[in-house]
């Protein structure tokens, strides 16, 4: 029984704080968009959704093992086992998508995904330095980051861009706002330290989660719309479920009986997976 439980321990350790929980959810983020679309979607797009956030996240805690040390001690714990072999793992996986999409003949596709890679990877080494200067930066470039998703999932199967598009690029780009917005609580003090302009240290904590909490109504709008306008089936409206899903971890948040790092990790993070279910269980029901 010992062996079989840290075999998964192990294997949960490596999905949570190996970045695999962010990066299915990601998948999840385009497979529901696709869904709401009308777009019959292929195992070779979700690949590449997957490991190009891989390679984001290895790359980010690469460059900041030795700051995670002490705001995050569990994941740096975990990923101190390879954390020499991360290289190698991002060429490997940049390797893998630029070999899929040639195979497929995406050129554009192609591009655009390593022009969002070379974002994502200089956020870490020169857009972070930003956040000292631009009053929530971290925040609008994060969000605009992942709803540029939409815009990879519309090229990748040559689809117009259209109002649906639209309304779910506002869609994710709000969720993702109120997300990036609440994770920065748990750094305030690392990133006071760092001169950071997040939201959190502008705002304070009881202001903050009062405007995030404005932000997750605003962002259902364009899904209701969307219904009503008919861009989108029934089961869309599913999605109106992140209003409460968000006001639950805020309210775990101020009774403080939750482990911060499961709080932040698997239940502020994992809401992406949730928009697959949601979703699915709407498509059932409706």
């Known amino acids: 029984m010992r062996l079989v439980k840290k075999i998964f321990t192990s294997i949960w350790n490596e999905f949570i704080y190996g970045g695999h929980l962010l990066s299915f959810g990601a998948v999840s983020i385009v497979f529901t968009s696709a869904i709401l ?10 690949l590449v959704v997957y490991l190009g956030c891989q390679i984001i996240y290895l790359y ?3 460059r900041e093992f030795e700051k995670d040390i002490l705001t995050n001690p569990e994941r740096t714990r975990h990923i101190e086992k390879y954390i020499k072999y991360t290289p190698l793992i991002i060429l490997f996986f940049l390797l893998i998508i630029v070999g899929l999409l040639l195979y497929l003949n995406k050129t554009i596709v192609l591009l655009f995904s390593l022009i969002l890679l070379f974002l994502g990877l200089l956020y870490t080494t020169v857009f972070k330095g930003l956040t000292k200067k631009t009053p929530a930066f971290k925040s609008f470039f994060v969000s605009l980051m992942w709803a540029l998703l939409a815009i990879f999932l519309i090229l990748y199967y040559s689809f117009p861009l259209n109002l649906a598009v639209i309304f779910i690029f506002i869609f994710i780009f709000l969720r993702w706002f109120v ?13 006071k330290k760092e001169g950071l302009l997040t939201l959190p240290i502008m705002l304070g904590k009881k202001k903050l989660l009062y405007l ?3 932000i997750s109504f605003f962002a259902i709008v364009p899904l209701v719309y969307g219904f009503y306008f008919k861009l989108f089936p029934a089961y869309s409206l599913m999605l109106l479920f992140t209003v409460p899903y968000t006001f639950y971890y805020f309210k ?18 994992g809401e992406f997976i949730l928009w ?10 409706l």
């Open 37 to 46: 679309l009308g777009i019959k979607i292929t195992w070779d797009c979700l």
């Open 60 to 62: 980010n805690r690469y």
């Open 179 to 191: 997300n990036t917005g609440f994770f920065d609580i748990k750094d305030i003090e690392s990133d």
């Open 212 to 214: 995030l909490g404005l």
């Open 252 to 269: 775990e948040l101020n009774d403080g009986k939750v482990n911060t790092s499961f709080l932040y990790t698997v239940i502020v993070d």
């Open 276 to 285: 697959t279910v949601f979703i699915l269980i709407g498509k059932f029901l």
